[in-house]
């Protein structure tokens, strides 16, 4: 069972912003950056956001990553109708001894 | 530019085992910068961590799979492969291989290469 809980959705119209958040990031998973994957319908995740706001090359900058607290949060800033994926938040588990994905987040564009 | 491909069988049988392998190409899997690692999804969920292997052999498992996973590297091939014992229907799932970025102390880790995945079904 996954530690990281999601939304299960989130939709918004084009142009519009979007945020996502992964909750559970307790004291063993606070001291570990979280990472975002993206996942296009019937292919493989790529990666989005990784130590916690950092984008590889290639991915635009209307994709952030932000912390606070025991939450991090994805935020899609105007929304295209090619990012209509399922999004997933993940990082090392200390207590767990093993690397979790949250729950994931189907994103519709409206 | 590096590309994992998984390969191995569709369908495997109740109680026996799924062996899969993972060929690297336009890399070196010796390299020490990286780790190798596979995940899985069932139909329908989310993604599962299996566990990650480094090019000298040390690996670390899913607790809750660890008894009965191994994953090991074949340099001379470049590739790396993913055995799971005693396999029921709740193991049908793509299979994915990756490439994973690992910081001291796990601060930061993440698979920034990703196979295409292969689909293996557990039936009789």
């Known amino acids: 069972q996954s530690v990281l809980t999601q939304p299960p959705s989130a939709s918004g119209t084009p142009g519009q912003r979007v945020t996502i958040s992964c909750s559970g990031i307790?004291?063993?998973?606070?001291?570990?950056?979280v990472t975002w994957y993206q996942q296009l319908p019937g292919t493989a995740p790529k990666l989005l956001i990784y130590?916690?706001?950092q984008r590889p090359s290639g991915v635009p900058d209307r994709f952030s990553g932000s912390m606070s607290g025991t939450s991090a949060s994805l935020a899609i800033s105007g929304l295209q109708s090619e990012d209509e994926a399922d999004y997933y938040c993940a990082s090392w588990d200390d207590s767990l001894n093993g690397y979790v994905f949250g729950t994931g987040t189907k994103v519709t564009v409206l | 530019q590096l590309q994992l491909q998984e390969s191995g069988p569709g369908l495997v049988k109740p109680s026996e085992t799924l062996s899969l392998t993972c060929t690297v190409s336009?890399?070196?899997?010796?390299?020490?910068?990286?780790?190798w690692g596979w995940i899985r999804q069932p139909p329908g969920e989310g993604l599962e961590w299996i566990g990650t292997t480094y090019y000298s052999g040390s690996a670390d498992y899913n607790p809750s799979l660890k008894s009965r996973v191994t994953i090991f590297v074949d340099t001379s091939k470049n590739q790396f492969s993913l055995k799971l014992i005693s396999v029921t229907a709740a193991d049908t799932a793509v299979y994915y291989c990756?490439?994973?970025?690992?910081?001291?102390?796990?601060?930061?880790?993440?698979?920034?290469?990703w196979g295409k995945g292969t689909t293996v079904t557990v039936s009789s």
């Open positions: 130590s916690t706001n």
């Open positions: 336009g890399g070196s899997i010796s390299s020490r910068s990286f780790y």
């Open positions: 990756a490439r994973t970025i690992v910081a001291t102390n796990f601060y930061y880790y993440y698979m920034d290469v």
């Open positions: 307790t004291s063993k998973i606070g001291s570990n950056t």
